[in-house]
């Protein structure tokens, strides 16, 4: 049993796989700027990058609540996906657009880690969904032999070839990767900078007054005035006023072991790939890091609380759940388990999850110059990377790139607010087992 003391609470392995990093200055003056962003992770970062791709002149102004991939970006399983979460296209045109669009996210993830200052540690060989039952492994086979059809490359491994114990074998996505994104985002603060963009960390946003220049109120004095804003804060984005029924704050709980040698992986059957995740509802996904270590988490009743409120801040962690990852870890790696590996990291990250799973990048407001990307229900890496583009697209006003895919200015269905929204909650997951995942 995991209990207070052991491991410092909280605190994600993905900057301990990299040299330390200080948070840059706070915002202290009054500014203006053409673009400011709100949130410094992926979201933020790309839409960074493509705003100065397309616009080297534009004044970009972003501003972080904390250090860069304090969110999120900073926490999470490492797994770099193809596809939209809640998104299941039946038809063959339409599954191999998304695949086609996705894909792009993976390589804007590719580029931007080869850009970035830091070593993303950004590998492209492939992430497994294991079946863990005889029927769904013939059930994702025919998905397999479906997908062929469709020109999108899925590859179907045996059991054996999956190095998790008790799977049915498992569908191999090969364009799928792995990444330390809390590296990749903060090596590109230097990056950004150098293209002009301002960046300050330590300067929580607390306010949004819409306009044709919109002004926010940053710290405890300070107000920038932008012609265009960027919502890049994705769980938190209630916090500041938007989506606050359109979006569900939840947590996922990680754990990860102290780095394994490379035999270690070999003996466990792990034959390539770098990630993983389960096809059960309460999800459990992970990954092999750069560092070696074995990152392993998933949802569970203390994805949710009411102490919470809705707030993305988890602020005591959740001992049951850290407990109950573990357990499944060693279940999967019987080799782990008794001794076989110590846990040196747990911690919990926040999640936008929607209604339906599917996520939406847009513009709107008043003035229609507030830009957002947001709830991609924990399958957000790929997706956040290509928000960035998404949304310097429609800054230009080139609209057309997009309007086919499903988050292109999707509206959320409606979650209902506090306490209906906490009892719903408990029912549905305690009454069906059931947690936020990928189809
Ligand atoms: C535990 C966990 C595991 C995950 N595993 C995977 C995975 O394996 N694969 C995958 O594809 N996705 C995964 N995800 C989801 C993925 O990490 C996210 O979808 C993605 O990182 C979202 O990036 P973002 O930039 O939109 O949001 P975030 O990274 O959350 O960034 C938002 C930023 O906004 C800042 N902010 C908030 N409010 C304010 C304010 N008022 N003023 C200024 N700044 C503010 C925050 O500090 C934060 O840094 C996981 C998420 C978690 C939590």
Same mark, same amino acid.
């Given at each position: 049993?995991?209990?207070?003391?052991?491991?410092?609470?909280?605190?994600?392995?993905?900057?301990?796989?990299?040299?330390?990093?200080?948070?840059?200055?706070?915002?202290?003056?009054?500014?203006?700027?053409?673009?400011?962003?709100?949130?410094?992770?992926?979201?933020?970062?790309?839409?960074?990058?493509?705003?100065?791709?397309?616009?080297?002149?534009?004044?970009?102004?972003?501003?972080?609540?904390?250090?860069?991939?304090?969110?999120?970006?900073?926490?999470?399983?490492?797994?770099?996906?193809?596809?939209?979460?809640?998104?299941?296209?039946?038809?063959?045109?339409?599954?191999?657009?998304?695949?086609?669009?996705?894909?792009?996210?993976?390589?804007?993830?590719?580029?931007?880690?080869?850009?970035?200052?830091?070593?993303?540690? =950004?590998?492209?060989?492939?992430?497994?969904?294991?079946?863990?039952?005889?029927?769904?492994?013939?059930?994702?086979?025919?998905?397999?032999?479906?997908?062929?059809?469709?020109?999108?490359?899925?590859?179907?491994?045996?059991?054996?070839?999956?190095?998790?114990?008790?799977?049915?074998?498992?569908?191999?996505?090969?364009?799928?990767?792995?990444?330390?994104?809390?590296?990749?985002?903060?090596?590109?603060?230097?990056?950004?900078?150098?293209?002009?963009?301002?960046?300050?960390?330590?300067?929580?946003?607390?306010?949004?007054?819409?306009?044709?220049?919109?002004?926010?109120?940053?710290?405890?004095?300070?107000?920038?005035?932008?012609?265009?804003?960027?919502?890049?804060?994705?769980?938190?984005?209630?916090?500041?006023?938007?989506?606050?029924?359109?979006?569900?704050?939840?947590?996922?709980?990680?754990?990860?072991?102290?780095?394994?040698?490379?035999?270690?992986?070999?003996?466990?059957?792990?034959?390539?790939?770098?990630?993983?995740?389960?096809?059960?509802?309460?999800?459990?996904?992970?990954?092999?890091?750069?560092?070696?270590?074995?990152? =392993?988490?998933?949802?569970?009743?203390?994805?949710?609380?009411?102490?919470?409120?809705?707030?993305?801040?988890?602020?005591?962690?959740?001992?049951?759940?850290?407990?109950?990852?573990?357990?499944?870890?060693?279940?999967?790696?019987?080799?782990?388990?008794?001794?076989?590996?110590?846990?040196?990291?747990?911690?919990?990250?926040?999640?936008?999850?929607? =209604?339906?799973?599917?996520?939406?990048?847009?513009?709107?407001?008043?003035?229609?110059?507030?830009?957002?990307?947001?709830?991609?229900?924990?399958?957000?890496?790929?997706?956040?990377?290509?928000?960035?583009?998404?949304?310097?697209?429609?800054?230009?006003?080139?609209?057309?790139?997009?309007?086919?895919?499903?988050?292109?200015?999707?509206?959320?269905?409606?979650?209902?607010?506090?306490?209906?929204?906490?009892?719903?909650?408990?029912?549905?997951?305690?009454?069906?087992?059931?947690?936020?995942?990928?189809?």
């Amino acid at each position: 049993m995991t209990r207070p003391g052991t491991i410092d609470d909280n605190r994600s392995c993905w900057p301990d796989e990299a040299p330390p990093y200080q948070a840059g200055p706070a915002l202290a003056r009054d500014l203006t700027a053409d673009v400011a962003i709100i949130g410094g992770g992926l979201t933020g970062v790309s839409t960074a990058w493509h705003l100065l791709e397309r616009f080297p002149k534009l004044h970009v102004v972003l501003l972080e609540a904390g250090a860069l991939a304090n969110g999120a970006s900073g926490r999470n399983g490492g797994q770099v996906l193809n596809g939209i979460n809640g998104v299941e296209p039946r038809d063959g045109a339409a599954a191999l657009r998304i695949y086609q669009a996705t894909s792009a996210g993976i390589d804007i993830v590719e580029q931007l880690a080869a850009r970035s200052s830091l070593d993303a540690g =950004f590998v492209r060989s492939g992430c497994l969904e294991v079946s863990t039952t005889a029927l769904s492994a013939e059930d994702a086979r025919r998905r397999v032999q479906l997908a062929n059809s469709w020109g999108i490359p899925l590859r179907w491994l045996a059991a054996g070839a999956t190095g998790v114990h008790g799977a049915h074998g498992a569908v191999l996505d090969p364009s799928a990767g792995c990444v330390n994104s809390a590296s990749l985002v903060r090596g590109l603060r230097e990056v950004l900078g150098a293209r002009g963009v301002e960046i300050y960390e330590n300067s929580p946003v607390s306010r949004i007054e819409e306009g044709a220049s919109v002004a926010l109120s940053v710290g405890t004095s300070t107000t920038v005035r932008a012609r265009s804003v960027v919502l890049a804060t994705n769980a938190y984005t209630p916090s500041l006023g938007y989506f606050r029924l359109g979006i569900l704050p939840l947590h996922s709980h990680v754990v990860a072991t102290q780095p394994l040698a490379a035999e270690r992986w070999t003996e466990m059957g792990w034959s390539g790939h770098e990630g993983f995740s389960d096809d059960l509802d309460r999800i459990a996904y992970g990954c092999r890091t750069p560092g070696g270590r074995l990152l =392993f988490g998933g949802g569970g009743n203390a994805a949710y609380t009411y102490r919470m409120g809705g707030s993305p801040v988890l602020e005591e962690p959740c001992y049951g759940a850290y407990d109950a990852i573990e357990k499944r870890l060693h279940d999967y790696f019987p080799a782990l388990g008794a001794g076989g590996a110590a846990i040196t990291h747990r911690w919990s990250g926040p999640l936008a999850v929607t =209604f339906d799973r599917v996520c939406t990048m847009g513009v709107g407001g008043a003035a229609r110059n507030l830009y957002y990307a947001l709830g991609y229900s924990g399958h957000g890496v790929a997706l956040a990377a290509l928000a960035g583009r998404v949304l310097a697209d429609l800054y230009a006003g080139d609209h057309d790139p997009w309007r086919d895919l499903p988050f292109y200015q999707r509206r959320l269905p409606l979650i209902p607010p506090e306490p209906f929204r906490w009892v719903g909650y408990q029912i549905v997951t305690r009454a069906t087992g059931r947690s936020p995942r990928r189809r």
